[in-house]
């Protein structure tokens, strides 16, 4: 794209550099959001954009930002680029200069075959740093989409030191038994996904409790249904973890996607 914004000021794309040199870049000491950009309009703008304020608060990031001034920056990003479809990352760095950029990148498209068909998922050992923070500590998530990728697999399930499954490398995950969403309620990001299927559950009559979610359990297909869920992909059903197939019939994703609230 032809325009960035970096400080809330409309820049060209080529000016967005990294001082690799400053100790808050070599120490990943920095939050990032990506937002979804659907027919020109933001989708969840003060969602994305409250969620990246909270996690530089919660390390400690002074910054001289406010909300109502990013959410009009992007705006005028994407009239300047004149976007219609595409996802938005923003990055904020630390330190006694904080620096803020905005940028956009292509929008995933996932083909239909997982909504109806259902997806595969590895699982992989591993716990984030801080996990409410979206921070650009990034290699575990990294390592792990990697593992996925490898392994013809749509994402990766973060596998902690007890054997449950918290999260994907970048989605969060629901497990349906009769009419009860379960999700892991802490040391997860609280997507903003998540939380609109947690907030459409009590219109549709289920029940949600918050445990963890233990991988041989999500395996044995003791649950009636499994999803994952992030801004750019809605609800998707999960059919296979590692090599075992759990599900074929998936109308709990169904219900959530065609609700119209993700």
Do not use: W
Not at 13 to 25: A, D, G, M, Q, Y
Not at 88 to 112: E, H, M, R, S, T
Not at 161 to 170: F, K, Y
Not at 221 to 243: K, L, W
């Amino acid at each position: 794209m032809k325009y960035a914004i970096k400080n809330l000021e409309l820049v060209s794309e080529s000016e967005l550099t990294v001082p690799l040199t400053r100790k808050e870049v070599f120490f990943s000491f920095s939050v990032y959001e990506s937002l979804s950009v659907r027919n020109g309009k933001l989708k969840d703008g003060v969602d994305h954009v409250e969620r990246f304020f909270e996690s530089a608060d919660l390390l400690g990031l002074s910054h001289p930002l406010t909300e109502e001034a990013v959410i009009k920056s992007l705006g005028l990003l994407i009239d300047k680029n004149n976007i219609t479809n595409c996802t938005i990352k923003l990055q904020l760095i630390g330190g006694d200069n904080p620096l803020f950029f905005a940028f956009g990148a292509p929008a995933p498209v996932y083909p239909d075959k997982y909504y109806t068909g259902g997806a595969k998922v590895v699982s992989y050992e591993g716990e984030r740093i801080m996990p409410r923070v979206k921070s650009n500590c990034l290699l575990l998530n990294y390592l792990a989409s990697r593992y996925a990728a490898e392994n013809d697999a749509l994402d990766a399930l973060l596998v902690n030191r007890n054997g449950d499954v918290m999260e994907g490398s970048r989605c969060n995950v629901f497990a349906c038994k009769e009419n009860t969403l379960y999700t892991p309620g802490d040391n997860v990001l609280f997507g903003v996904t998540r939380k609109h299927v947690i907030e459409l559950a009590d219109e549709m009559g289920y029940d949600v409790v918050y445990e963890d979610l233990g991988l041989e359990e999500m395996k044995s297909a003791f649950y009636d249904e499994i999803f994952i869920t992030s801004t750019s992909m809605g609800a998707v059903p999960v059919r296979m973890i590692d090599d075992i197939i759990i599900g074929n019939s998936f109308p709990v994703s169904a219900r959530f996607n065609s609700s119209g609230g993700l």
